[in-house]
């Protein structure tokens, strides 16, 4: 009975995340191919350019301060009180601010007096606001995701995401304002949400148990020792990611960055909103379990990671085999020749979905230093690859290279593995045959595309038809996954 009561909890909640992450992306359905007929190839070069620019200086400013969250939370819930915890990470997220906005300001006098395009020194200054409040925000809904709350997250996200839209198409199509509208809808957005919750927080008198006097030179330390190695893990990954963008712009067209840069980024959003779903899900039990059991965790992550699999492969899978479907959907038509790289980094996302369950684990162990050597040698050799083959094969080179080092990366981390899934033969026996169906299915897609005229009508009856046998074959092992939550 109590194993039916936590698969129902498991489920509920997975419902709950994947109705958040669901509705978000069908607005994104809606408005990618819109937006990507609406402005050009270069304005998604430039603005590609800069998401990436500010996503560095927002990893160096603040993507470890979540993560502090997530590691201490449980610990100063219980012994030394959240107050104090959240006082600390708010002077931090002050301090990383100021720093953001000096770096901002230097960006923009550099764009001012080298006389590049004013859209870049716009674009920079609303990068800069659109961040702030996205960061301050994700803290808030840290919170809420590791208290379990995840119908009050979901309906936060909702909202905030269309809201966002419906501001978003008032200023590109009604008042005809150029590409900063994608980010200044998002920015205005998600500053009345801030204004909100914090009216909320007052009511409640919960921002009266903060004050600086609870700032301390000592909890500082631990919290910038471990997330330090946390920012450089994170600048790491994004590097890995994004960093072939530069490369791409000094060999190819901007018109190629904007391609690629938009083809990825759908593409990896795709694939990680469903790894977002599932660690939401289990998030809240799998930090309780690495702060208080962890020497016995990996029974609990083992079977976290076998569910992981035996569900993200053939979701993985059949998206890479309608890359092609996918894309005439969701873009423009000057984007369509990327499809080419869709499997890639498909891949890529997926396996890094897995990464995280080793990179979790390491973290409790106070083994980050570890993590970030990985990390490091990855990047390098991601790096020395793009140098030798993106200025002959071009940005279609930049998604193999990332697949490849993400391959580099986890044969590192299974290397490592003391919770290894391989020791689990049923488990391990179960994978495989995914593994062989997916790929039965693939060369089963390439042979009737050969003989026939293949069309989208093919394309969703054949999706279902592949959806239809997985199911039937394995839908007693779905149907026996027990998860705690």
């Known amino acids: 009975m109590e194993k039916v009561k936590k698969n129902k909890l498991f489920f509920h909640d997975l419902s709950w995340y994947m109705v958040g992450a669901m509705i978000p992306m069908l607005l994104n359905l809606i408005k990618t191919p819109i937006l990507t007929r609406h402005y050009t190839t270069d304005d998604f070069g430039y603005l590609g350019l800069m998401m990436t620019t500010f996503g560095y200086l927002s990893t160096i400013s603040f993507s470890w301060l979540p993560s502090c969250i997530w590691r201490y939370y449980n610990e100063f819930s219980k012994r030394i009180g959240l107050n104090i915890l959240f006082s600390n990470i708010l002077f931090l997220f002050v301090v990383s601010s100021v720093l953001l906005l000096v770096l901002s300001l ?6 001012h007096y080298q006389e590049m395009d004013y859209l870049l020194i716009k674009l920079t200054f609303i990068a800069f606001l659109h961040f702030i409040t996205k960061e301050l925000l994700a803290l808030y809904l840290v919170i809420i995701r590791i208290k379990g709350f995840a119908k009050m997250y979901n309906f936060l996200l909702i909202f905030q995401v269309a809201l966002a839209f419906v501001l978003l198409m008032l200023f590109a199509f009604v008042l005809h304002m150029d590409i900063t509208s994608i980010l200044l809808s998002s920015f205005l957005i998600d500053l009345a949400l801030i204004v909100f919750i914090g009216i909320k927080l007052v009511d ?5 148990t903060l004050s600086l006097r609870f700032v301390s030179r000592r909890i500082i330390k631990i919290l910038f020792g471990y997330g330090s190695l946390t920012l450089i893990a994170a600048l790491f990954i994004m590097l890995i990611v994004s960093s072939d963008r530069y490369i791409i712009a000094m060999y190819d067209t901007i018109s190629n960055v904007g391609i690629y840069t938009k083809v990825y980024d759908i593409s990896q959003l795709s694939i990680m909103a469903i790894v977002f779903v599932f660690f ?27 569910t992981f699999f035996l569900l993200g492969i053939p979701m993985t899978t059949l998206a890479s085999i309608y ?28 396996i890094y979905g897995a990464v995280k369950f080793y990179e979790n684990k390491l973290k409790f162990a106070n083994k980050t230093a570890w993590i ?26 930049a998604a193999h290279t990332t697949l490849l080092t993400y391959i580099f990366m986890i044969s590192c981390f299974l290397w490592n593995d003391s919770m290894s899934i391989f020791k ?16 039965a299915f693939w060369i089963i897609d390439l042979t009737i595309r050969e003989r026939i005229d293949f069309g989208f009508f093919h394309a969703v009856v054949e999706a279902l038809v592949f959806v239809g046998i997985y199911i039937l074959l394995f839908y007693k092992k779905i149907k026996k996954i027990h998860l705690p939550v």
């Open 323 to 350: 890359s092609r479907e996918i894309i005439q959907i969701l873009l423009g038509e000057d984007f369509w020749a990327g499809y080419v790289i869709m499997p890639s980094v498909f891949f890529s996302a997926f």
């Open 280 to 306: 939401s899900t289990i998030n809240p039990r799998m930090i309780k379990e690495l702060t208080y059991n962890f020497k016995n965790s990996d029974q609990l992550l083992v079977k976290y990671l076998y």
């Open 372 to 397: 970030v050597r990985i990390l490091g040698i990855s990047f390098v050799l991601n790096l020395i690859m793009n140098f030798l083959l993106v200025p002959t094969y071009g940005y279609v080179a």
């Open 106 to 111: 230097i960006l923009g006098l550099v764009f």
């Open 204 to 208: 409640k008198e919960k921002l009266k």
């Open 424 to 439: 689990n033969k049923a488990y391990l026996n179960d994978l495989i045959k995914v593994c062989l169906l997916m790929v």
